[in-house]
């Protein structure tokens, strides 16, 4: 009690020659600046892109290659019904096979999307536009991928309404009428997400999934359930592949100077 | 006479002297010493500190403004400034010449207008005595009128001559200028170019605190004159202050040190980003009007200094957080109307930190303040601040009237909390929002119908055990009857008392139970029963799984807050089979309101076959090994103790002795089951026969918030492990103490020694952290604080209305299903495709007219509107009043009236029928059928849309065109494609059909329409303007709707008569059953 | 270290400090009267009552340490004997009882009190009572010791000397008054006044306490009927004041000390100031805490404390405890005893006249002798009073609950 009242009395003076000399307990205002660093950094690590070594990266790229096989015989897919509208029905002369597990008797899986899960470093720029085509009331393509930034050109080749309506969490969800055929816009994701689901509300079977990503290392498995992940700077990644129906699989890889590396996955129905 | 001789002196003159100049110096020391004392205040360094800050943003925006300004600009004027000097000097002796006649000019206009102006001074008074005069018809009236009337001609002739002189001066002027003009446009230019940088020198002046008249003014003693650092305050004449003998309005002097409280510009840094982002997202959405875009582009330049800023400005200089919410002078709250302390509490009037009441959130924060600021807890405020987790609890005080505060997230969660596990049963809360609720349990009146007392008994001995999720609390073997503290011989007799009193409770209920015999239902399949549980919607209020995977992919128990609030509405499924009897439940499900008029349960208008169907699914969901659970008979010994226990009041020792003689323990058990019922306050949930009218047992919770702290009782509590093992902290103050009740109820008995019936009562809850902290936050909002009538949110007649309709929204869990006012559509987590999910109610008022709403909430069937839905809208069975006063809630929600005109009775043909291609041409019908659909397995009725059909009985009239501009902002996550994309920049509607109009699919339509334009150019103007065509569709749907809406019907069939006077058959199966045989007792009747 | 803080918490309860205090008053008196002589038939008389206290003590265990202290007392007065007065022995006292309450500031319990603003100048002011009878008293012995052997007081030597007003007497007044407005501004800067919260009608502080002047008064209540404690003495403190220098006709010490001379006056008023007045003002700062509680100095002033409140009436003590019957209806018959108990004291003053303080009636004459002798009877009823409530637990003498008349 005492004390405190003394030592304010002190603090009298030394105001006083605050006022006179304007001095003194400069930072008072401003938090201590360690505090800073880390939300700096924090703040930093919003955009995995930084850092340099991206023309170093470029030069002794590797490349991955893999095989993605489906374990266990699935059930057989269903056709879609496009009575609902003529337009579409014109588009197939045969019966259309939902796209969600495509297999051929090989076991080998379509529409996997494999990426690299752990890429930190430059990552070099997009220049053209991904592709999102709408044919034949279907998705083309029905698994892929776009990078951060990328234009994304969504076109409707059909003579009949599509709307595109994209269903992200962190990016910014849209929903666009199409009733024009040959008619296209241009959409940009600038968040990385993995996957942005799209549907057709007018289609209920029309389904696709675009993983944004923030570099150019991804692939998606074919009709032989191959895929190819080019130029890709040596060093030990995380690999994920991707399935919309039997969940996601991950491995280490180590891509020396321009190695050709191989991996396979292999998915288990039921 | 003899000299005198000389007289020493008592003291040592030297010495004295001495001790006088010292002690006089003391003085002077310690009367500066006073001065200072009084002078240093803390506040003061603040005020100086804020100054600093200022000082510096504004150096930063002065060298960011001076490089704005273009240097070679500035060169060229000093160009051409010269330019026209020498071009004066050149007309020198003209110049000189005009400026004489000026000069000359100016002193005749004085003259003329002082002789005007004069001359009209003595007319007036002139006018006045005249008049005078003329009233009291005094003599020599007339002259002075006549004097009058000369004066008046006098200021004419004066007013003339003004004129003519203020005419020829004007000429001087302009002539002198128009030599000078040159110069004078050249300084004009100048001063714009410079006028914000001259600004902010001008400010940087003002923030200057080494200037000689700054010091000068704040000089000790010097200062009362007009000090520039001065304590600030708001006066609330609104706010009030309890002073105990007398109600004052606040005096708010925290904007003293926090300066910048309301001044943009002094954000912390994490403050600033957030704000960019949100401001930023805000623009992307267009959701900021036209004229307001500027203003926040420049404050979004304002932040991101801020944001980049190296250095990050602390409390108390930093803005508002919420400026757009508080404080600010556009928010909602004013700081000239609501002040601080309004909300914030603490002492408004002081100016120390210590005396403020400041709170720390947190023990580190505790110490830094204990360092820096001398902090420590003030024994005599009564009302400090909250601590950071329950500022919003002030908004209670004025918006009590509110089902939900909007923005109090936290609070609407508690309230909604303290309303669905019925806080209010045992705690009177004299509050609008915890009036008339619905009883939270299930009606017990016939619980023998719909359970057995086996089940019962092990129910009651720990809910939990049979539902992790359930709402219902535990009143038995807890910590104050069974816990640690308790020893070992205490706790036997504990554990069998408490037994006794749950075999009671069943005995009583089962004997006072009315036994309806309900008719089996037809038999059902359990594969369909689940289906239709799955697509009618019953996992909007109900749950139907015991455990969950974490994020981590590991199994656990579910626990209630795995799930939304809405979901835990309804008790969880799993193990009705085990609780329930078939046949109770089938007609349960059939109509809940058979078995239960005020039934929580709507009517999901089940066929016969589906409640069977249902009813077979959900007796198979068993929990065989709860039953096996074992349950001792109840101690005899414990039962007639607990009986006298309660029979001692009314009577003496032997009195009781002989009663309890004569009791059979059956009666003994329907005795004590009663006065147990009667003191656990079963009644407050439960509608219990023989408690219609008992009064709640809780204390009173009215202003809990503002409860003197020495009115709480702390017990031996500091640190206490709460049941579910974690880890509690108790401070002394208030908000822990309630948080800690809520925590764990019975914790202040930890350690004391207490009667068994004088233990605490309070039933656990198992609320987690954030469910107690929501409750706390609301309890510790129900003040007795006061403020003016005019501040109570939603006090208007029809506000109230309106929350009336919002209570029934919350209280039949209508979010269940819907979205209402951005919460809510609980049910979208078992629903794959979002195409199915019940529509979203955000823009009903705005959408829908009221007395389809009305008729729609009346009988849900009066217009099948989505039928591809497999949830039904169930029928709430509402009465006319509860049905217009949701209604008018939606619409007050919109803020749209309740009725409508009768708007679009006729659209202009040739519109619609514009609108009609248009409406081919966008493909509408592709998803919007313009006739009653057949569900045919052809027509895939997940993608369908509303039946345009009944659009014109059901939409307004203006809310359609808007709806087909911007359905995604209206509904973000629509089905309903944006056709009208807008233009990134300017915001505008862009229109795909210019485009397509030239198409060769088009061309059709192309002929088509421009049938109804008189030129191509119109045509495609009129394409090209969405909002028109937006029109010309609305207008095409109002021709092609129905005109009339089939009448409401009321699908209830009559529940059988409810007879609650059915006398219990005696024995009661309660007492026959196995575990319930009360050991050596005499069941009567044998 | 606890042994003793527990010790001097028995001895300052009220019952123990209030009867030691009295006892060791009663012998300083005697003290000066003959130098503390032991041996003498006093003497003897003032250490049988500290051995019969002590021994009383193996039935009431309190009195034991009180019979100890008591003697300890007795004893140090007597070994120093007139050295008592010599200052280098009061300074040691005084610097001792600094010390000791220096070292007692470090306990919590007793800081938390002594160092509260408003107790500092009570606790400065034991101090200062304590130094100033010294000085006086040993100013008086000197005195005393003068005249018995033929001399004269040395007040009077000194008078006859003479001094100049400026500056012997005037520059010294001012010094003073500068150094007290030293003291006082330093004083109110270090302790001021703590800002409380605002007045609740509901929410009464605990304790609550009157300004500390009216202390005595309300310790008063504990013992007394409200009306008699709090209007009918205080009343007769004021008159009886006012009273005295027409009982007291003593012309001796006027102008200078001495304690011999007018023992009688200044043993009786010595008595009420500080026993019977400061040292109830002490007691209601210092240790009565929450519920008006007793608590030693060193112990925590819990608000939970509980005290069995068992006083009895005196008729309760006669018809129930004594007689075994139940107590009569009419409170004349009722109260009786009490009644005629109070009859009697109230009656002593002639029963004095012809016995004890027969001198004093004669030198006084009746009417200053009964005033006196009622005032002082008066005076002694308060002691009188705490000590039954100490030792029968007696509530009132006299207690007519359907007149609220209590005594």
Known sequence: MTMKRFLTILLAAAITTMIACGGGGETAAYEEDEELEEIVSAGGSATAASGGGAAAAVANAGTITGAVTLAGNPAPQSTIQMGADPACQAAHSSPVHAQNVVVNPAGQLANVFVYVKDFRGAAPKPTEPAILDQRGCQYFPHVGGVQVGQTLRIRNSDPTLHNVHAMPKVNREFNIGQPVQGMTTDKVFDKPEVMVPFKCDVHNWMSSYLAVLPHPYFGTSNEQGSFQIANLPPGTYTLEAWHEKFGTQTQQVTVAPNEQKQVSFSFNAS | MKPQEPIPHNYRMSTLNKVFALSSLALLALVGAMVMYDYARGWKRFQLEFLRVQRDRITQQLEVARRATGEEQLRALDQRMREGEADIARKRAELREAEDTVREWEGRHYRADQDFRFAKAVLDSLRYEAEVLALRKARGWEGKQQEFREQETRVERLKLVLEDVSASRDAALARRDGILSRIAEIEREKKDLLADVELLEKQLATVDFKRPEFLLLNMPLLDFVSPTLKVEQVVLNDMFVDMNYMVVPRVDRCMTCHKGIDRPGFESREEAQRLIAELEGKLDGFQIAPDRIADTMARIEQLRPIAEARRNLRNPYRTHPRLDMFVGSASPHPLLEYGCTSCHRGLDRATDFARAGHTPSSEEQQKRWEEHYGWKRQPFLESPMHPRQYFEASCIKCHSGEVRVDEADRISEGTQMIELYGCAGCHKIDNWRFQDLRKPGPDLRGIAEKTSPEWTVRWLTNPKDFRATTRMPSFFYLRNMVGPHIGPAERESNEKKQNAEIQAIVAYLFANSTRRGWPEGPSGDPARGAALVDTVGCYGCH???????????????????????????????????????????????????????????????????????????????????????????????????????????????????????????????????????????????????????????????????????????????????????????????????????????????????????????????????????????????????????????????????????????????????????????????????????????????????????????????????????????????????????????????????????????????????????????????????????????????????????????????????????????????????????????????????????????????????????????????????????????????????????????????????????????????????????????????? | ?????????????????????????????????????????????????????????????????????????????????????????????????????????????????????????????????????????????????????????????????????????????????????????????????????????????????????????????????????????????????????????????????????????????????????????????????????FFGPFEYWDPNKLVPLVNVNLSELIWVKLFGVALPEFWLVREIFGIALVLGYVALPPLMARTVFRRFYLKMGPPRFYVGAMLFLMMLSLPIKMALRWLFNLKYLVAIQEYFFNI
Not at chain 2, 826 to 850: C, F, K, Y
Not at chain 2, 1057 to 1075: I, K, R
Request: proline fraction near 8%.
């Open chain 2, 543 to 1086: 749950v139907a799984q015991e455990t969950v995977t974490d994020s981590a992919g590991a199994v656990r128990t579910a626990n209630r807050d795995d799930f939304p609030l809405e979901r835990n509405y309804g008790f969880n499924l799993v193990g009705t089979g085990t609780k329930t009897r078939s046949d109770w439940l089938f007609h349960w499900l059939k109509n809940p309101r058979n078995y239960y008029q005020q039934a929580p349960m709507p009517d999901l208008r089940l066929t016969d076959q589906e409640a069977a169907d249902i009813t077979a699914w959900l007796m198979s969901l068993r929990k065989p090994d709860f039953m096996n659970m074992p349950v001792a008979p109840a101690d005899r010994a414990a039962l007639s103790e607990l009986s006298r226990s309660y029979m001692i009041t009314s009577m003496t020792e032997r009195e009781t002795d002989a009663r309890l003689a004569s009791m059979t323990s059956q009666q003994q058990l329907v005795f004590l089951g009663q006065r147990t019922i009667e003191k656990y306050g079963c009644f407050g949930c439960h509608d219990i026969k023989g408690f219609e009218d008992a009064k709640p047992i809780g204390t009173e919770l009215t202003i809990e918030g503002s409860k003197n702290i020495h009115l709480f009782d702390f017990g031996f509590v500091h640190d206490f492990e709460t049941e579910s093992g974690e880890h509690e902290h108790v401070l002394h103050t208030v908000p822990s103490w309630i948080y800690a009740k809520v925590r764990s109820p019975r914790v202040f008995d930890d350690q004391r020694e207490r009667g068994y019936h004088d233990k605490l009562k309070m039933p656990n809850f198992f609320f987690t952290r954030n469910e107690a902290e929501a409750v706390t936050g609301v309890v510790l909002g129900l003040t007795k604080d006061r403020v003016a009538p005019e501040r109570i949110a939603a006090r208007t007649s029809e506000a109230r209305v309106a929350q009336e309709g919002r209570k029934l929204v919350s209280q039949n869990n209508c979010r269940a299903c819907h979205v209402v006012d951005g919460h809510g559509g609980a049910i979208a987590q078992t629903v794959e495709d979002p195409g199915m999910l019940p529509p979203d109610l955000g823009p009903e008022g705005s959408r829908v007219q009221s007395d389809w709403l009305f008729a729609f909430l009346k009988d849900p069937t009066v217009m099948a509107l989505r039928p591809w839905l497999g949830a039904r809208m169930p029928t709430f069975h509402f009465s006319d009043g509860e049905a217009d006063k949701i209604t008018r809630y939606f619409a007050a929600d919109a803020n749209v009236p309740t009725f409508e005109t009768d708007d679009g009775i006729s659209p202009h043909p040739q519109s619609a029928a514009v609108g009609g291609i248009v409406f081919d041409m966008l493909r509408c019908a592709q998803c919007h059928p313009t006739q009653a659909v057949a569900a045919t397995a052809e027509a895939d009725l997940a993608s369908l849309a509303p039946n345009l059909q009944l659009s014109r009985e059901r939409l307004r009239h203006d809310w359609v065109p808007d709806w087909i501009l911007r359905p995604n902002e209206i509904v973000p996550g629509t089905r309903m494609p944006t056709n009208f994309p807008r233009n990134a920049e300017t915001g505008e509607y862009e229109s795909p059909l210019t485009l397509a109009i030239g198409s060769p699919q088009f061309a059709s339509y192309r002929q088509a329409l421009l049938q109804h334009f008189r030129s191509e150019e119109e045509m495609l103007q009129a394409l090209a303007d969405a909002p028109r065509i937006s029109h010309h569709l609305r207008d095409y749907i109002w021709t092609i709707g129905i005109r009339s809406m089939p009448p409401a019907r009321d699908p209830v069939e009559e529940p059988p008569p409810y007879t609650p006077e059915t006398p219990p058959p005696a024995p009661a199966p309660g007492v026959q059953s196995t575990s319930l045989r009360v050991p050596g007792g005499e069941t009567p009747g044998r």
């Open chain 3, 1 to 293: 270290m606890e042994t003793i803080k527990n010790l001097v918490n028995l001895l300052s309860g009220a019952a123990i400090s209030f009867l030691l205090l009295s006892f060791v008053f009663g012998f300083v008196v005697y003290f000066n009267l003959m130098d503390g002589n032991l041996r003498t038939r006093v003497g003897k008389i003032f250490l049988i009552i500290g051995v019969l206290t002590t021994l009383a003590g193996f039935i009431f265990a309190p009195l034991f340490f009180l019979g100890l202290a008591y003697l300890a007392c007795l004893f140090l007065l007597a070994h120093l004997g007139p050295k008592l007065w010599d200052p280098k022995v009061g300074l040691i006292i005084l610097v001792t009882s600094l010390v000791g309450f220096a070292l007692s500031m470090f306990d919590r319990d007793f800081f938390l009190i002594a160092a509260k603003p408003d107790n500092v100048p009570i606790a400065a002011m034991i101090f200062l009572l304590g130094f100033f009878t010294w000085v006086a008293l040993g100013k008086a012995y000197k005195n005393d010791q003068q005249i018995a052997s033929g001399g004269v007081p040395w007040e009077k030597t000194e008078s006859d000397e003479k001094l100049f007003t400026w500056p012997d007497l005037v520059y010294t007044e001012l010094l003073c008054m500068i150094l007290i407005t030293v003291l006082m501004i330093i004083w109110s800067m270090a302790l001021p006044a703590p800002l409380e919260e605002p007045a609740n009608p509901t929410t009464s502080p605990n304790p609550a306490k009157a300004p500390w002047y009216f202390l005595g008064l309300q310790e008063m209540l504990v013992y007394f009927d409200p009306w008699l404690a709090g209007v009918f003495l205080p009343t007769l403190i004021v008159v009886g004041l006012m009273a005295i220098p027409y009982i007291d006709t003593n012309p001796k010490g006027n102008g200078y000390y001495s304690f011999r001379e007018r023992k009688w006056e200044i043993g009786v008023f010595l008595y009420g100031f500080l026993v019977l007045w400061s040292f109830l003002i002490i007691t209601g700062t210092f240790l009565r805490g929450p519920n008006w509680n």
